[in-house]
Structures are given as C-alpha cells and as structure tokens.
C-alpha cells in the first residue's frame, strides 16, 4: 500500500515523499481514510509508531478540501500533555501545513512560558496545540474560543489523565461544541481513558490499533549489570566511556538524581545535560536541542519525556535507575531501536531492585541478560 491509495491530495503526497516517507505505517494505513471519513477514531497507538501523521495527514486533508481558512475561529483542537509534545506536533503540522495552497496558521501553546505572546500568536489560528492547563488560561483570558471547534484530537490520552489533566479536560470538553469530529490517542487502554471514552466523549468511534509493543522490543538488545549502589555511578562512566557513546539517554527516577548526576559526569569530563520538570522551559529546549545536535553526549531524563519525544536513531538508553510500572519500561527502552534501527538498552540493577525487575521482565515477556559488575575495574571512571 502507498499513500496515494489513502486519499490524499497532491499537496500533501509531495510533502510527505519530501519527508522522505516510504510506505504509510499500519497506524496511518488504518486511521487516515477513517478520520477522512469524518468518524470519530479511538486509536491505540504509541510514540514511534507514526500516530502524529496519522492524525495530521488527513486533518490537513479535510481542511484543505474545506478551505476552512473561512472562519474567525480555531477549527482543530489538538490537546496533548506535555510541553514538548505540543512543540513536536504543531511542528508536524506546520511542515505538512506549508506544503497546502491555503494558509494554514498552527501555534502550540503550553505553560512554564510567558502567556503574553501566546495570546497575540493564537489570533487567527486555524489549528491549536496545547496543554490543558495553559488552554484553560487563555481561554479564561478570553485569547481564543472553542466555539468553532470541528476537530477535537486528544494526543496521549492515557498521558494526560496520569499527570493529572482530567479537571481540566472536562473544563475544556464543556466549552466544545457537540457537533465536532473527536480522535482520540492513547498507548493503552486503562481504566482512566476507560473512563473520558465512557463520558461520550466519542461518537460511535472506529477502533484503530497497531499491534507493535513486541515488533518494537525485537529491534532492542537489552542487558543489565548487577551493581551495588555505591559502584553504580563509577559504572554508568565506565560504560559510557568504554562503549565510546556519543548519544545516551539516561533515565533516573528523581529530578535530585538527574541534576546530581549531570555534575559528576561533567566533573569526569562527559558532556551531559539534564531535562526534567523543575528545569525550566528555556532549559528543557536548550538540553533537548543540544543532545539532538551532539553537543551533549548524555542526557539525564526523567520520565517526563519518556513518551512523546521523537528522537531520531537513538543508539542508547540507559535506567540508571527502574521506573516503578513494567510499562514506563517498556516506554523508555522504546527511545532506541525505532524506524527500523537497531538500539540498545542497558539497565544498572542494584540488589533491592532485582526482584522488580524480574517483575518487569515477565510483563514484557523477555529474558534479560544479566551480566556481572564486580569484576569490571573502576578505578579512573
Ligand atoms: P510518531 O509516532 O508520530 O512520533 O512518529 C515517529 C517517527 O516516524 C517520526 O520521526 C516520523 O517522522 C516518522 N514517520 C512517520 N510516518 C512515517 C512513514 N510512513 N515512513 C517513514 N517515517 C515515518
């Protein structure tokens, strides 16, 4: 199957030859006649299985059919968790968006900023990507209106519920108008999306699902190390060094660790970076930007941004410390071995997390090696 099959017009089957798309991915194959159709889609999908141009493709499709640039008002909704992600999606609409004959104004809008030049950007917009809370802000500032609303496309449901958006949410679903076109994007299906999905907030929707969690995980070599703690910061440096890693993602479950670890690896001459949420917004671009463009070789995450961020051909991830859930796992060992590129995961296992990670190991159905430390010499790491 190629794109041209999927109802696209010229316009945007350039643009994405130009992006240098081969085929459509499954997620694109099964969402883009639907939401081109106008039915409301539930689509279970995650980050890296190509679910942004899913859902971009053919809302830019429809708009340009429409010619939309015809109201005062915003008439795609997209609401997504993080800062970030905002960023990364208007950015997909904006390429995709230049490549249409008509005018298409896309602005993102998310908190840790000033709200000011968010409220002069989002005059005129067509389509609007944002974080609830910063929605509910200019809405309240009366910046923007919802009543022109024909899409509504929640990004990352399941993301959003978890860090704690449902209040806001439903703010915004009441301010919506009833008759609109809904899509809705979570990794996975829980409980929490369970419930928005119950409220009818869907209108007898199309379930799309990509099959893609074991696919994925096939293309990463994973290994861990036994470490006792006190040896674990040594053996992150000698791993690194060892290994020559120019471009390693490392994850820590404390904005304290992160920032700890960031001065020791610089202090032992690795150049390192932090990003997580206490950092400012000028701080989380800065470091991200860096690490893309390899001026920092290390990048200290939380698990704020273990979804949602596209980095291209990550070659490393390492869980300097594990995530609580099996699927926070699963998330962040999914930054390497995407698009078909091979990546590798190791993880730093000190003794009380043993038995959590055998845990991990049966929700993910994989055997991990587990390769000794005690004999690695960390003298000068
Ligand atoms: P996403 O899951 O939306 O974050 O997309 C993951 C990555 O796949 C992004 O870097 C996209 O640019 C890329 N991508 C999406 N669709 C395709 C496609 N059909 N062919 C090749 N790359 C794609």
Do not use: C
Request: no cysteine; charged share 25%; hydrophobic share 45%.
């Amino acid at each position: 199957m190629s794109f041209s099959t999927l109802g696209l017009s010229e316009p945007l089957l350039k643009a994405v030859a130009d992006q240098q798309y081969g085929k459509p991915y499954p997620i694109q194959q099964q969402a883009i006649p639907v939401i081109l159709s106008g039915r409301d889609v539930l689509g279970i999908a995650k980050t890296g299985s190509g679910k942004t141009a899913s859902f971009v493709l053919p809302i830019l499709e429809l708009f340009h059919r429409t010619q939309a640039a015809k109201t005062r008002y915003a008439t795609v909704l997209v609401l997504v968790p993080t800062r970030e992600l905002a960023a990364q999606v208007a950015g997909v609409f904006q390429e995709f968006g230049n490549a249409l004959p008509e005018r298409v104004k896309t602005v993102a809008v998310f908190g840790g900023v000033a709200i000011n030049p968010q409220m002069v950007a989002v005059h005129g917009a067509d389509i609007v990507v944002a974080t609830p809370g910063r929605l509910l802000d200019l809405l309240r500032a009366n910046a923007l209106r919802l009543s022109g609303i024909e899409i509504l496309v929640l990004d990352e449901a399941d993301k959003m519920l978890e860090l704690g958006f449902a209040e806001e949410m439903d703010a915004i679903f009441d301010l919506l108008p009833r008759k609109r076109q809904t899509i809705l994007f979570s990794a996975t299906l829980g409980d929490a999306v369970q419930t928005i999905i119950n409220q009818n907030l869907l209108h007898e929707p199309v379930r799309v699902e990509v099959e893609e969690e074991p696919e994925n995980l096939d293309l990463i070599t994973q290994t861990a190390y036994r470490v006792s703690a006190d040896r674990k910061g040594p053996l992150l440096r000698y791993i690194i060094k060892s290994q020559n890693m120019k471009q390693v993602l490392v994850f820590v479950s404390s904005v304290r660790t992160a920032d700890n670890l960031v001065v020791k690896l610089n202090k032992n001459g690795i150049r390192a970076g932090a990003i997580h949420s206490k950092k400012t917004q000028g701080g989380r671009t800065d470091a991200l930007a860096d690490f893309k463009a390899g001026r920092l070789n290390v990048l200290v995450a939380t698990d704020l941004i273990a979804r949602g961020i596209d980095i291209q051909f990550l070659p490393w991830v390492i869980n300097f410390e594990l995530p609580r859930s099996p699927k926070d796992y699963v998330h962040r060992i999914g930054r390497t071995g995407r698009a078909e590129a091979a990546g590798q995961a190791i993880s730093l296992i000190i003794p009380d997390e043993e038995h959590h990670f055998y845990i991990i190991q049966k929700k993910m159905k994989k055997r991990v090696t587990m390769l000794e430390s005690d004999e690695i010499d960390l003298q000068g790491a």
